[in-house]
């Protein structure tokens, strides 16, 4: 693989997750080369944690800005601690939640080998094992950390499908390995677990499972638009249009996003389920964008369970830019 730059051009495989699709997007990976892969999160873009070239090129690639660090994904629990300091809270809560749509920050290990470019320097690092069959096989025939954030142009919607990747990305990497739809379809919950267990970023593990686990609460960040996890930009998952949240009905020119009872042109769960919900989430945001939608009213979503995660992106979504 060619190191990359902005412009970079090469084509872009799309690969069957099969046995022989995972082992090339292994190899991409071994060549510090970019594959996209699903999780039941959202799609990641992946290249080895240790290889600096390889992790500069996922900046390079979604134009992120590189004071933000990444995720690194293991297959496993004892992967996961080569990288980092487990103690009693990170144990309960890998216990609980791992392999799925947990992210723990925890204190770096001396010699983890990690590239300073996936912590931007930070002491710390995030770690998650994916519950998804396709990265899991992936992980285990690369055999080694995947830094990985979603496969998105930065600041622009998550991706749920292996479309969606290519919508964003096709040309700037090299390979995305496609499963299918993502289940949880919202990034995965952020806990800092360095001190006393504090929430960094809602997400597809609901809070109130999380403090279940612990037996205790979680500390929560005082103002919700202070970025606390460093890559929580105010403007973030955003479509081409204009978005208005908690609307009841469309004004003029607006495209309605409904949710239960809210009816509109598309709806995140006709019936009001959240996880329905969560799942579509990207999508119809990705599907507003396609219909050239360019004022788009939200109907409200509780603030409850994922409900949560889902009025966060919603959030961003509808900020100034
Ligand atoms: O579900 C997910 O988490 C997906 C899939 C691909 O695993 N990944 C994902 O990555 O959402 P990304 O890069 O879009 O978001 C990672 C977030 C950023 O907000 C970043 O600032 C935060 O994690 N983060 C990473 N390392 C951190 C650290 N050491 N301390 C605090 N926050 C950290
Ligand atoms: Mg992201």
């Given at each position: 693989?060619?190191?990359?730059?902005?412009?970079?051009?090469?084509?872009t495989k799309?690969?069957?997750?099969?046995t022989?699709?995972?082992?090339?997007?292994?190899q991409?990976?071994?060549?510090?080369?970019?594959?996209?892969?699903?999780?039941?999160t959202?799609?990641?873009?992946?290249a080895?944690?240790?290889?600096?070239?390889?992790?500069?090129?996922?900046y390079?690639?979604?134009?992120?800005?590189?004071?933000?660090?990444?995720?690194?994904?293991?297959?496993?629990?004892?992967?996961?601690e080569?990288?980092?300091?487990f103690?009693?809270?990170?144990?309960a809560?890998a216990?609980?939640?791992?392999p799925?749509a947990?992210?723990l920050?925890?204190?770096?290990?001396?010699?983890?080998?990690v590239?300073?470019?996936?912590?931007a320097?930070?002491?710390?690092?995030?770690?998650?094992?994916?519950?998804?069959?396709?990265?899991q096989?992936l992980?285990?025939?690369?055999?080694?950390?995947?830094?990985?954030?979603?496969?998105?142009?930065?600041?622009?919607?998550?991706?749920?499908t292996?479309?969606?990747?290519?919508?964003?990305?096709?040309?700037r990497?090299?390979?995305?390995v496609?499963?299918?739809?993502?289940?949880?379809?919202?990034e995965?919950t952020?806990?800092?677990?360095?001190?006393?267990p504090?929430?960094?970023?809602?997400g597809?593990?609901?809070?109130?499972?999380?403090?279940?686990?612990?037996?205790?609460?979680?500390?929560?960040?005082d103002d919700?638009?202070?970025?606390?996890?460093?890559?929580?930009?105010a403007?973030?998952?955003?479509?081409?249009?204009v978005?208005?949240?908690n609307?009841?009905?469309?004004e003029p020119g607006?495209?309605?996003?409904?949710?239960?009872?809210?009816k509109?042109?598309l709806?995140?769960?006709e019936?009001?389920?959240?996880?329905?919900?969560?799942?579509?989430l990207?999508?119809?945001?990705?599907?507003?964008?396609?219909?050239?939608?360019?004022?788009?009213?939200?109907?409200p979503?509780?603030?409850?369970?994922?409900?949560?995660?889902?009025?966060?992106?919603?959030?961003?979504?509808?900020?100034?830019?």
């Open positions: 693989m060619q190191p990359r730059n902005d412009n970079a051009t090469s084509e799309l690969l069957h997750a099969d022989a699709g995972l082992a090339q997007a292994a991409v990976l071994a060549r510090g080369g970019l594959a996209a892969f699903p999780t039941e959202v799609y990641g873009l992946g080895d944690a240790r290889n600096s070239d390889a992790v500069a090129g996922i390079a690639a979604k134009g992120r800005p590189s004071f933000n660090p990444l995720i690194v994904h293991v297959a496993d629990l004892a992967a996961a080569k990288l980092v300091v103690n009693d809270a990170a144990q809560l216990q609980a939640f791992w799925g947990l992210t920050v925890l204190a770096l290990r001396d010699g983890a080998g590239s300073s470019l996936v912590t320097g930070l002491p710390t690092l995030a770690v998650r094992v994916p519950d998804h069959p396709v990265a096989g992980l285990r025939a690369f055999g080694g950390p995947v830094a990985a954030p979603s496969a998105n142009l930065s600041g622009r919607i998550s991706p749920t292996a479309a969606h990747v290519m919508a964003g990305l096709a040309g990497i090299d390979a995305v496609d499963g299918g739809a993502c289940g949880v379809g919202v995965s952020i806990v800092d677990v360095t001190g006393a504090a929430l960094l970023r809602a597809g593990v609901p809070t109130e499972a999380l403090e279940a686990a612990l037996g205790a609460p979680l500390s929560m960040p919700p638009d202070v970025p606390l996890s460093p890559g929580q930009m403007s973030h998952y955003a479509p081409q249009g978005v208005r949240l609307a009841t009905q469309a607006e495209v309605m996003l409904g949710f239960g009872v809210v509109g042109a709806s995140l769960s019936t009001g389920d959240l996880h329905e919900a969560a799942a579509r990207f999508d119809c945001l990705h599907r507003l964008d396609a219909m050239g939608a360019s004022r788009i009213a939200v109907a979503v509780p603030d409850i369970g994922l409900g949560r995660a889902i009025n966060d992106r919603l959030k961003r979504a509808a900020a100034p830019r």
